[in-house]
């Protein structure tokens, strides 16, 4: 078969039936592709019968103009394709690409493309080429990828669950070290009692979240699994009476302001350790020259349901600490019990259900953290 060069009409292969029944039976698009640049004109001088298979156009409705096919492809990837194709006439290099089409009746397709340039002498540019669909192996590379993330998000989850365990059941611990530390100063019988009911809250609070960390390790495969109702009040009180050894010790005032019907669908076990990171840091990052005064309340912004976290403690030098604040094992005061996970494993269950935390903190004013927890 031969290739004019020299004309500028736009049949550039001779032999065509010849050509096209030697492709008769193959799915791939073989092609000619041509750009006239003084006319900003493009055509197809030669396709096989695989372009029907790959843009649903037929060889004859593209032979002099090829929009019909260059309009299949899909919005999003137009401008790739087409700064592909101008790089490669430019620098007569080869091109390679995927890219998608938009089909009338098979919807998006994957094609990879190929062409290699030749100038000819009216100064047009054509490309000979194949393109082939490979929506098939996309959707393979795209199910390794789920499951790729899949494994990442159980490993993350299980880390979280780790963490809970440690972390988490270190506050439970050192407010029942403290409370009954209380108790035994403590002479006044009446005062002693109360002490001792504050003990058997967070005997009952210990009780409740190892039974949320064994539903965790249960589950712990599907987040979904883990949702129940939540009401966040009912939450912040339980969280309240956890942590009450810290509070009477510092003399912190928690103002809860969230309504008492403030339901939501959150994992137990994660809205728990939330407020317990959120709260017992306010307390334990607290200004020496004043008492704790932290406020928590919960409103709707564009739909999603915020949890906002107010104190009036030490501050965060967000300029020096903001990229790393919830960084794993990252510290911020010279404060003997900060260990560096509380933040990072807050950040990772909000993450994990969908949501996102923010902060705005001043140094000697206090920290105030939003949690869009749907």
Request: hydrophobic content about 35%; glycine content about 6%; overall charge neutral.
């Amino acid at each position: 078969m031969k290739v004019s060069e020299n004309k500028s009409d736009d049949i550039i292969v001779n032999d065509q039936d010849e050509l096209q029944s030697l492709l008769e039976h193959t799915d791939e698009l073989i092609y000619q592709f041509r750009y006239f640049p003084e006319e900003k004109k493009y055509t197809l001088p030669f396709a096989s019968r695989g372009l029907w298979n790959v843009y649903e156009v037929m060889p004859e409705e593209v032979k002099y103009d090829a929009a019909p096919a260059i309009n299949r492809i899909h919005k999003d990837d137009v401008k790739a394709v087409f700064d592909i194709v101008n790089n490669s006439m430019k620098t007569l290099k080869s091109w390679s690409y995927d890219f998608r089409v938009v089909l009338p009746s098979k919807g998006v397709r994957w094609l990879r493309g190929n062409g290699r340039p030749i100038q000819l002498m009216d100064g047009s540019f054509l490309w000979n080429g194949c393109v082939i669909d490979i929506t098939s192996q996309k959707k393979k590379e795209e199910e390794v990828k789920r499951t790729i993330d899949v494994i990442e998000s159980q490993n993350v989850r299980l880390m979280n669950f780790a963490h809970i365990a440690t972390h988490n059941l270190r506050s439970y611990s050192n407010n029942l070290e403290l409370l009954l530390e209380l108790a035994e100063k403590e002479s006044d019988l009446n005062e002693k009692n109360e002490i001792m009911g504050h003990v058997k809250k967070v005997s009952e609070g210990f009780s409740d979240t190892m039974a949320h960390l064994n539903e965790i390790v249960t589950v712990y495969t599907d987040v979904s699994q883990q949702l129940k109702t939540v009401n966040l009040n009912t939450s912040i009180e339980k969280t309240v009476n956890i942590l009450k050894g810290n509070i009477t010790q510092k003399k912190a005032v928690i103002i809860n302001q969230v309504p008492t019907e403030c339901f939501l669908e959150y994992n137990p076990a994660f809205i728990e350790s939330i407020l317990l990171n959120l709260i017992s840091n306010a307390i334990k990052y607290s200004d020496s020259e004043r008492n704790p005064k932290i406020k928590l309340n919960a409103f709707h912004e564009n739909g999603r349901l915020i949890l906002q976290v107010s104190d009036n403690g030490a501050g965060i030098d967000l300029r020096k600490h903001g990229e790393s604040l919830f960084g794993m094992y990252k510290t911020f005061h010279k404060n003997k019990d900060a260990v560096g996970v509380g933040l990072f494993l807050t950040k990772n269950q909000i993450e994990a259900m969908g949501g996102k935390i923010e902060v705005k903190s001043k140094v000697g004013v206090g920290t105030s953290f939003k949690v869009f927890l749907t």
